[in-house]
């Protein structure tokens, strides 16, 4: 299994700013995913994290909006830009080859 | 008709009770198939993890997928307290693509 740590857990973020989050897996890993999570509600999948190359955005998510690097096996990271209340939500990093593992999510709240 | 059906619940079961999770899907096309436990607050935690037809088991949880009817299950027997959570059906094209989730179902066993 991989363990896959977040940083940071949470935040409250006033809108207009961006905010990045980190992913680290423990180990090399073919695959990474960020996935967005509305409170009470099911995991909607923003982008795959390619190592190397542009990420692949999910119909609905832009570059602009999420950005996202991967500049290696075991790390990732996703900006949230120019924020407003509707991105107010836990954002997951899904890892692993083969089986996927998850963070424990980044838990934004914007004012 | 969304990719995945999953019956939100709430689910609510006694102690020692034999539990069923269910999940139905269109695409035919996928290949495997996962069960998370998510506790409030907290990340995913991959439980069962399938790939094509068949069953497979793990102490107390039992997974099983019938791709010709396209429906997946997970069996929890004699369920604890410490069960209760939201119980997440995932499944993918390959082992290298992203998942599709269900909605999930929350379960609360009362002791």
């Known amino acids: 299994s991989a363990v896959i740590s977040q940083k940071p857990s949470r935040d409250i973020c006033q809108r207009g700013t961006s905010l990045t989050i980190q992913c680290q897996v423990d180990?090399?890993?073919?695959?990474m995913f960020w996935y967005r999570q509305q409170p009470g509600q099911s995991l909607t999948l923003i982008a795959t994290?390619?190592?190397?190359?542009?990420?692949?955005?999910e119909s609905g998510f832009v570059i602009d909006k999420f950005p996202i690097s991967r500049p290696n096996l075991t790390f990732s990271t996703l900006t949230v830009s120019n924020m407003s209340p509707e991105d107010s939500s836990i954002y997951l990093c899904?890892?692993?080859?083969?089986?996927?593992?998850f963070g424990e999510g980044s838990r934004l709240t914007v004012l | 008709q969304k990719e995945v059906e999953q019956d939100p619940g709430p689910l609510s079961v006694p102690e020692g009770a034999i539990v069923s999770l269910n999940c139905t899907y269109s695409?035919?096309?996928?290949?495997?198939f996962m069960w998370y436990r998510q506790y409030s607050r907290k990340g995913p935690e991959l439980l069962m993890y399938?790939?094509?037809?068949g069953n497979k088991e793990d102490g107390r949880f039992t997974a099983q997928v019938d791709k010709s009817s396209k429906y997946i299950s997970l069996f929890i027997r004699d369920s604890q307290p410490s069960d209760s959570a939201t119980y997440l059906c995932?499944?993918?094209?390959?082992?290298?693509?992203?998942?599709?989730f269900g909605k999930g179902t929350r379960l609360s066993v009362i002791a």
């Open positions: 180990s090399q890993v073919t695959m």
């Open positions: 695409n035919s096309a996928f290949q495997y």
């Open positions: 995932a499944m993918s094209l390959s082992g290298n693509t992203p998942l599709v």
């Open positions: 994290a390619n190592q190397g190359s542009e990420a692949t955005y």
């Open positions: 399938t790939y094509s037809s």
């Open positions: 899904s890892a692993g080859t083969g089986e996927l593992f």
